[in-house]
């Protein structure tokens, strides 16, 4: 007969290779739905071999866990629209590491380890609890229910450092002497005040490599986790989530042209002030009825989504102006940047959310050499990623950052409801040339109405 011994070893196998297959599939939206599925059976298999170790005596407990975390899990995943994901993607950080940290101090206070088991113990629940309030000050500044602006004040890196530095020396000081349990709550508290303090100096528009940067902590204390309770599934899905989103923070960051120093404590995205000659320029703008007819006349448009796309939910009637520009022999293609909204990939879950066909949907590197031919740059609710001032100005917070190149298309258009700046807090040289269109209102009516006058026009056949 077979033995637990031998099934615990297959089933977790079997799930640490569906966990490394689904990070490999969801690296292209064509695969991207079978990753989530093998992830998720992976994920299945998982719990099961862990619910029949014999360590497992009591399920009680683990059933009304269970209960409890499916009455909320489940209505989060069919109420929260798809542009909230960010914020939900930051509230299951915060579930993960306070679980993780949580354990940990379980296991610290049942039976004091020693030595190596110590350290890992230190290590998963300083991680844990920094990463439980830092995701929920971010799901605070995406939900805007917390400034999205930096909050800044004298000597702020030397305060957080300080603390997190103590935070440090106790956990180091409690690896060689863990007796000393009543320092393990204030080893706690620094923790969970460290979080709190890492996210408020940063900005809304470092929230894509923020986001990215919580999921790895959250994946180096379940890794940490793994070392601490001698399981090795848990190291292994630890690591390759540590190490997924650390990879995907530095992408983001050479995305922005920023470093990881200036992401944390650069405190980026503080308004600059305006020059008065800036804000008294004169730009053009246009009614749906002239977008609808430059568009009815171009050959070649490219969309550029941004978070004001998002907020506006205006991805449903971006894929109804496709296809009726699509009908009308107009080659669309969407113009996606990294950091594009609050999270990575945020902008391609929604278009794929609205089926908008995959092979329409190019990368920044892909589509800069196209714009020189396209004839209409539309640009919706995106506004430092298409910023000219990235390349021209030497000066701007944003100089260096690759941009989509929106400004060499022959015509821009912008949907956008005012001139206010974006994340970076300045002005978009973009909106002041001579070939861009301001098309001020709401993203998701401004398109619809001009769905409604190219409809207008004359018929394909005529065109």
């Excluded at 089933?11 to 991207?32: C, D, E, H, R």
């Excluded at 190149?405 to 040289?429: L, Y």
């Amino acid at each position: 007969m077979i033995s637990m011994e031998t099934i615990f070893p297959a089933l977790y196998i079997l799930a640490a290779a569906g966990f490394i297959l689904a990070i490999k599939w969801m690296n292209s939206p064509v695969t991207a739905r079978r990753g989530v599925i093998v992830g998720e059976i992976g994920m299945l298999l998982a719990v099961v071999g862990t619910l029949l170790r014999h360590e497992v005596v009591n399920y009680e407990w683990i059933l009304i866990a269970f209960f409890i975390g499916s009455a909320i899990g489940v209505p989060i995943a069919y109420i929260m629209p798809m542009t909230a994901v960010p914020q939900r993607t930051a509230f299951s950080h915060a579930c993960g590491a306070l679980a993780s940290a949580l354990i940990g101090t379980a296991e610290y206070y049942r039976q004091t380890p020693h030595g190596f088991v110590m350290g890992a113990l230190i290590v998963e629940t300083l991680l844990g609890f920094l990463t439980f309030t830092a995701s929920l000050m971010a799901f605070g500044k995406l939900q805007e229910s917390l400034p999205t602006r930096p909050i800044t004040y004298r000597g702020q890196n030397i305060v957080n450092l300080s603390i997190f530095g103590l935070a440090v020396a106790i956990g180091i000081f409690l690896i060689f002497v863990p007796e000393q349990k009543w320092l393990y709550p204030i080893f706690m508290v620094l923790a969970l005040v460290f979080g709190v303090l890492l996210i408020i100096p940063i900005g809304g528009a470092d929230m894509p490599t923020v986001i990215a940067l919580l999921n790895s902590y959250a994946g180096l204390s379940a890794s940490a986790m793994g070392f601490a309770l001698d399981n090795k599934l848990l190291i292994v899905a630890g690591a390759l989530d540590g190490s997924s989103g650390f990879i995907l923070s530095v992408i983001m960051c050479r995305a922005m042209n920023r470093s990881f120093s200036n992401v944390l404590f650069g405190a980026f995205g503080t308004v600059q002030t305006a020059k008065k000659e800036a804000v008294q320029r004169p730009v053009r703008s246009a009614s749906p009825e002239d977008a609808a007819e430059i568009l009815d006349a171009a050959r070649s448009v490219v969309i550029i989504p941004g978070y004001g796309m998002a907020v506006a939910q205006a991805q449903h009637k971006l894929r109804e102006l496709h296809d009726v520009l699509d009908r009308r022999g107009v080659e669309v293609r969407f113009g996606i940047h990294p950091v594009a909204g609050r999270m990575p990939g945020h902008m391609n879950v929604l278009l794929a959310e609205a089926d908008v066909p995959y092979d329409r949907l190019f990368e920044m590197d892909d589509i800069n050499p196209e714009f020189p031919r396209t004839d209409v740059a539309l640009v919706i609710g995106a506004n430092d990623v298409v910023n000219p001032a990235a390349r021209n100005d030497k000066t701007s917070p944003i100089a260096g950052m690759p941009i989509l190149n929106a400004s060499e298309a022959r015509t821009v258009m912008v949907i956008k409801r005012s001139m206010s700046p974006g994340f970076a807090g300045i002005d978009n040289e973009l909106y002041y040339m001579d070939k861009t269109l301001m098309l001020f209102g709401d993203a998701k009516s401004f398109v619809a109405n001009i769905i409604k006058e190219l409809n207008a026009l004359v018929p394909v056949g005529a065109h």
